[in-house]
């Protein structure tokens, strides 16, 4: 390899940072993009596995945030690429399992405990489905104010702890009826195969209704962030029942009160003084991703507002979108497939006058779920007003409240959620 | 809205019985296909990490608050600090009678409702970079430790596989109940629970 090659190979691996610098380097004095068209040298492997082009430099790192996030603001469809699907560790690295070692182990309530290696799982009949994956966390903007004092900016950082992706693999029904449930089963608990084996419990309704185990993601193997070689999929679950690197599932007749069920995840009610747990399911929820935070419209005239809308509780039924900051409403047009709880991307034409507006979706989902504004939010969620959720350091997961987005006359746009 | 709750009562009058036919199946069906091996009783234990909240699983062995101090000052005092107050990581003693105010502070001693997850916790997660280290008797001398330090037990208590399950936990009935059939309820804006 010649030293220029060299260099390519670098600048192609360089991250968001050096694109702009190079881009300019390379620019002919017509100001075309030469470089883009043909390139001077291409080592064997190039293109052996694809990379995106270098102008496209969307990241799910945040500095500003140890838990990286889907960049929403530059998604179109309802997919999420695998490489931008957010990630919350508290590890820095995640497990390098070899997949023919890798065993998935169930028992207790069971008439037949099983291993099953990888090959045997893909053996078995499959399925794919479309299922977002979230935080319990995602959609807290306030939670950033109370540290810095500025709302989140971005979609990215308000609603980014959500992702979309088509998930491969078995029903965990089939599996558990290969093993016998015993009558007297009602929960089991998922474990990972990671260093510090995250654990949660999950009811026996649910894992007999839709829980996928799965190996494949958006085409390919799950990748190691995700949970390679195998992980579960709790359809409109908080996101931590989504056990990664999947290695064991124990069969109960209670929870298994691990941490994750009693300390972090169950919301401590300020009206009841007691704490409200097992309450797993996401909310309606919506956001429109362009127009978003952060952004600038170059000049008035023709946009279309886009944005995602999705439902713990089953499939987007409809999203309405204001361009008053709330005054009124109008339908928005879902784009098929509009899949139980997955995304569901909306779109919506508006002629921007030029004028400061306030832009903001609401979704209500097929249970006929709406998703409410924040003082709706903090009424049901724990009696409580706008003002507590700008200020507490109680724990507020589980937030789906309407996310207005402000634009002004100079065309930049804020969060204007207070 | 109040609509929308009717509606989501009305449905979930159906979701237990569908949960509740899957399950009669399962019960009901010899394996199809046939594939897995069985593990022996030496592996499921190897690979049984669980402790539910009766303690059943726990292992032989024990422990002391005073065992679990030396203990604690070695191995975990560098990251939850001297006493278990100063960080730099989460908090492990205080926070009693923070609940109820605008700020509550959540520790294992004024939250956690059941000992048995602070043995099966720091068993399985601690200290990190060397999960799985600690033996029975040093995860049971942390435990005393750290219940000690939260003012839940004496210095001198031993605390093994009987005594641990048995600790009552400060803030154990001030969480919501389950419902006892174990199925989902509905509550608004997508809500639901398995708890009234």
Not at chain 1, 378 to 384: H, K, L, N, Q, S
Request: aromatic share 8%; glycine share 10%.
């Amino acid at each position: 390899m010649n030293t220029k090659e060299r260099g390519r190979r670098r600048f192609l691996k360089g991250g968001a940072a050096l694109a702009g610098l190079a881009v300019g380097e390379i620019r002919s004095a017509s100001g075309q993009a030469i470089g883009s068209e043909r390139p001077e040298v291409r080592p064997e492997d190039f293109r052996a596995y694809g990379e995106r082009s270098r102008f496209v430099t969307s990241v799910r790192r945040d500095p500003r945030n140890p838990n990286s996030r889907t960049p929403l603001q530059d998604s179109v469809g309802i997919i999420t690429p695998s490489a931008l699907h957010f990630m919350v560790p508290t590890w820095i690295d995640p497990p390098d399992i070899d997949p023919w070692q890798h065993r998935l182990l169930i028992h207790g309530m069971v008439d037949r405990p099983l291993i099953f290696s990888m090959e045997e799982l893909k053996r078995l009949p499959s399925v794919s489905r479309i299922h977002f994956v979230e935080c319990a966390g995602s959609g807290d903007s306030l939670e950033e104010r109370k540290k810095n004092g500025m709302l989140a900016e971005t979609v990215q950082r308000t609603h980014g702890l959500t992702a979309c992706s088509e998930w491969t693999g078995v029903l965990l029904s089939m599996l558990l009826r290969e093993t016998g449930v015993q009558k007297e089963a009602t929960w089991l608990v998922a474990e990972g195969a990671e260093p510090r084996k995250r654990s949660k419990s999950i009811p026996l309704e649910k894992a007999m209704d839709d829980v996928l185990v799965a190996y494949g993601q958006n085409g390919e193997p799950v990748r190691p962030e995700q949970g390679y070689p195998l992980r579960l999929v709790v359809p409109g679950f908080e996101g931590v029942h989504n056990i990664k690197w999947l290695r064991r599932i124990k069969v109960l007749d209670q929870p298994s009160m691990e941490k994750e069920e009693t300390s972090h995840y169950p919301t401590q009610r300020p009206d009841l003084g007691k704490a409200r747990w097992f309450q797993f399911e996401m909310g309606p929820k919506s956001v429109i991703t362009f127009p978003s935070g952060g952004q600038r419209l170059p000049s008035r005239g023709f946009y279309e507002i886009t944005g995602l809308a999705w439902s713990g509780g089953g499939a987007i039924q409809r999203v309405e979108v204001s361009t008053d900051g709330g005054r009124t409403w109008k339908d928005a047009e879902l784009q098929e497939p509009v899949l139980r709880m997955a995304h569901t991307r909306f779109r919506f034409p508006w002629n921007w006058d030029g004028d400061e507006a306030v832009l903001q979706s609401r979704c209500t989902d097929d249970v006929e779920a709406i998703q409410p504004t924040l003082a709706e939010f903090g009424r049901i969620w724990g009696g409580v007003d706008s003002e507590y959720l700008k200020t507490t350091r109680n724990k507020v997961n589980h937030i789906n409240a309407i996310q207005p987005w402000k634009v002004s006359r100079d065309g930049s746009v804020r969060n204007a959620l207070l | 809205m109040k609509e929308a709750f009717t509606m989501r009562c009305f449905l979930s009058l159906l979701m237990p019985v569908v949960g509740l036919a899957a399950c009669v199946t399962a019960l009901a069906q010899t394996p199809t296909y046939k594939l897995g091996t069985t593990p022996s009783a030496e592996e499921i234990r190897a690979w049984d990490i669980s402790i539910g909240p009766a303690g059943k699983e726990l292992p032989p062995g024990s422990g002391t608050a005073k065992e679990g101090a030396k203990i604690y000052a070695q191995k975990c005092a560098q990251c939850h600090g001297p006493t278990g107050r100063e960080g730099p990581n989460s908090r492990l003693v205080g926070g009693q009678g923070t609940l109820t105010t605008p700020d509550p502070v959540r520790t294992i001693g004024s939250y956690w409702p059941f000992a048995t997850t602070i043995w099966d916790y720091t068993n399985r997660a601690m200290p990190p970079n060397e999960e799985g280290s600690l033996t029975a008797n040093e995860v049971y001398a942390l435990t005393a430790f750290m219940l000690y330090r939260n003012g839940i037990i004496q210095e001198s208590a031993v605390l093994d596989a009987k005594t641990l399950p048995k600790i009552n936990m400060p803030n154990r009935n001030n969480f919501i109940p389950l419902w006892p059939d174990g199925k989902r309820k509905p509550g608004p804006f997508g809500f639901y629970s398995w708890g009234p």
